[in-house]
């Protein structure tokens, strides 16, 4: 038997309709399914809730929600090498594969393994503080965000790539992007778009005062620094827009590839480039 877990978003007022439709394609099936106990009460299924649901053996993730769902449940399971899927009940929804209306078909290709799995670079962040001690921060699947915690004035960072010092600069930050997340923040920010599986990292500045600092698109397997200069202070480290860390002047935010991946569910009627078109210009494969 198939155990999938399931983490619906239980601020999104659709979330019980989507599980309760999951819950009757589950029994029909015999699929096993488990919940975080806080979702489980709220949804009143109870009995299907456990209070450390990511410490279970697992075979398949599914969150109900958006891209921002998705992503939280990624960043967790990716070090455990669980396949995650995501039901769209979101706006855009552009990481998530399965639409409302998709549900039935789509549950019935998880149950029978008709599925790949597509590895996404997941980003790992770390600080070193001014006396050189490092501490691992958190994960990324879309992007590291370095930006002023209070007053929104511009910061003083260095940039330095590897062993090589780049630049000093003033800025509103800075984004450390995947190529998962070059569709988020950071095309916002000027940065280009970038296939999820190209093995590359995204450096895009945020509205740098100095014309001569553009996005760069490095090696995946560099190392990226980013030097708190000495007089700063309010100034936060961010994972995927979801958890945020301050960090002390004269200190350096360090990333780099995680060796582990987030590994997302795709279906074979849908590619990357259908999919830009489709949720980004409206545009589908022309026959």
Known sequence: MQ????????????????????????????????????AAKKFGVEALGHENVKSLPIDLALSIGGDGTLLGVCRELGAKGIPVCGINIGTLGFLTEIEPDELNSKIEMIIEKKYSIEEHLLLAGYVKNAKGEEKFLSYAVNDVVITKSGAARMIHLGLSINDTKLIDYKSDGIIIA????????????????????????????????TFLLRPIVVNENDSIY???????????VTFDGQESFNVS??????????????????????????TLGEKFWGQGRKA
């Open 3 to 38: 155990r999938i877990a399931v983490f619906p978003n239980m601020e999104k007022k659709d979330s019980g309709e989507m599980l309760k439709r999951l819950l009757k394609l589950s029994k029909k099936k015999n699929v096993e399914i488990a919940l975080p106990m806080e």
């Open 178 to 209: 995947s190529p998962t997340g070059s569709t988020a923040y950071s095309l916002s920010a000027g940065g280009p778009i970038i296939n999820p599986t190209v093995r590359a990292l995204l450096v895009t500045p945020i509205c740098a005062h």
């Open 226 to 236: 980013i030097k708190i200069m000495p007089a700063q202070k309010d100034v936060a």
């Open 249 to 274: 002047p004269s200190s350096e935010v360090i990333i780099k590839k995680s060796p582990t991946t987030a590994k997302i569910v795709k279906f074979k009627d849908k590619d990357y480039y259908k």
